[in-house]
């Protein structure tokens, strides 16, 4: 059986030096990943990424640019392409309806000057993300992060 592509557009939400995002528990275990999902059909990639964070986070936010890609290729029943877009976050929708993910919990402001310490995935973003807000180089293309890879803490 051949595996299928799914593009997926990301959030990266910046504000008050803190980023934002999804809370994920599962088994005792609490992890964060950015707010985001898969591309619809007839959907360009930022109208995505404002779409997954009206529906995961009821929030409205403005893309800005295309700062990563980083891939799944094992792990899901699919190939994952996530494109993560910067975004500026603009407001709360009132009276938004929330569409959440499996195993999720909230969201929560995390302070990127200890980014590459939390536990957001996939872990070769949190470096990448400190470098992009200090202005520092930054890598555009991160590779491909599998479930079991050991995690990136730089």
């Not at 599962?26 to 999902?37: D, H, K, L, V």
């Not at 893309?63 to 996530?82: A, N, P, Q, S, T």
């Not at 929560?108 to 200890?114: A, G, N, Q, R």
Request: proline share 4%; hydrophobic share 40%; charged share 30%.
């Amino acid at each position: 059986m051949q595996r299928m592509i799914r593009n997926a557009a990301k959030a990266l939400i910046i504000k008050d030096d803190k980023m934002l995002a999804v809370k994920i528990s599962n088994e005792g275990e609490e992890w964060y990943i950015m707010p985001g999902g898969g591309q619809e059909p007839e959907e360009i990639l930022p109208e995505t990424a404002c779409r997954e964070a009206a529906e995961e986070l009821g929030i409205q936010v403005s893309v800005k640019d295309l700062v990563f890609v980083i891939e799944g290729v094992h792990g899901e029943d699919f190939h994952r392409v996530d494109l993560v877009f910067l975004c500026e976050y603009i407001g709360e929708i009132e009276n938004a309806v929330l569409q959440k993910d499996t195993n999720q919990t909230g969201f929560e402001w995390l302070d990127i000057s200890t980014l590459n310490q939390a536990p957001l995935y996939p872990s070769k973003l949190r470096r990448q993300i400190m470098n992009l807000y200090q202005g520092k180089e930054y890598k555009i293309y991160l590779g491909n992060e599998e479930i079991g890879d050991p995690e990136i803490r730089d």
